[in-house]
T-cell receptor
Framework: DADVTQTPRNRITKTGKRIMLECSQT?????MYWYRQDPGLGLRLIYY???????NKGEISDGYSVSRQAQAKFSLSLESAIPNQTALYFC???????????FGDGTRLSIL | GESVGLHLPTLSVQEGDNSIINCAYS??????FIWYKQESGKGPQFIID?????DKRQGQRVTVLLNKTVKHLSLQIAATQPGDSAVYFC??????????????FGQGTILTVHP
């Protein structure tokens, strides 16, 4: 979905480095989400935000932090990356909690 | 705990056949369900959704069936095409409580369509 843009698309880095993944959307949605996908698994929720002043932890928030800089921007940070954070990361947005979530094309993150 | 899962991890069909992908869920409080398609290198793409006050919904070549009695969801794809090859996920949104608004995904089914 081109309305949800994630950068970078791919990143390789070393253990202990700080990483920031960015997400921007042009859909005008208040709700934004960060997910992690591992091979053979579905998506797992890391953090979500229902508006600029609202940040909530998902099921696997340890080792991650987020910042909602504006309605259109939601970034995910790994303060000190570790190899088991190697995964595909997806950002999503939704108009409301009972509406479909729209996903970006993901960031493939590899931590050596 | 809450979970959404799939009976079959892989499904292979011939082009032109109908495909059925199944999903079981455990949270009886869920009131909204979505099917997503994920192609290689891309994010999940919305296919069709259904709310708990319905038992069937049709889209273009796709039908979703919801059986709340047995907590079962299925996606039917008519006249399956090679372009339908992808991973299909069911997902559930909780109606309330501490999980309100959170999307819970199943593990996914790999659909392969042979020409």
């Amino acid at each position: 979905d081109a309305d949800v843009t994630q950068t970078p698309r791919n990143r390789i880095t070393k253990t202990g480095k700080r990483i920031m993944l960015e997400c921007s959307q042009t859909k005008g949605h208040d709700r934004m989400y960060w997910y992690r996908q591992d091979p053979g698994l579905g998506l797992r929720l890391i953090y979500y935000s229902f508006d600029v002043k609202d940040i909530n932890k998902g099921e696997i928030s340890d080792g991650y932090s987020v910042s909602r800089q504006a309605q259109a921007k939601f970034s995910l940070s790994l303060e000190s990356a570790i190899p088991n954070q190697t995964a595909l990361y997806f950002c999503a947005t939704s108009l409301a909690s009972n509406q479909p979530q729209h996903f970006g094309d993901g960031t493939r993150l590899s931590i050596l | 705990g809450e979970s959404v899962g799939l009976h079959l991890p892989t499904l292979s069909v011939q082009e032109g056949d109908n495909s059925i992908i199944n999903c079981a869920y455990s949270n009886s409080a869920s009131d909204y369900f979505i099917w997503y398609k994920q192609e290689s290198g891309k994010g999940p793409q919305f296919i069709i959704d259904i709310r708990s006050n319905m038992d069937k919904r049709q889209g273009q070549r796709v039908t979703v069936l919801l059986n709340k009695t047995v907590k079962h969801l299925s996606l039917q794809i008519a006249a399956t095409q090679p372009g339908d090859s992808a991973v299909y996920f069911c997902a559930e949104i909780s109606a309330g409580g501490t999980s309100y608004g959170k999307l819970t995904f199943g593990q996914g089914t790999i659909l392969t369509v042979h020409p």
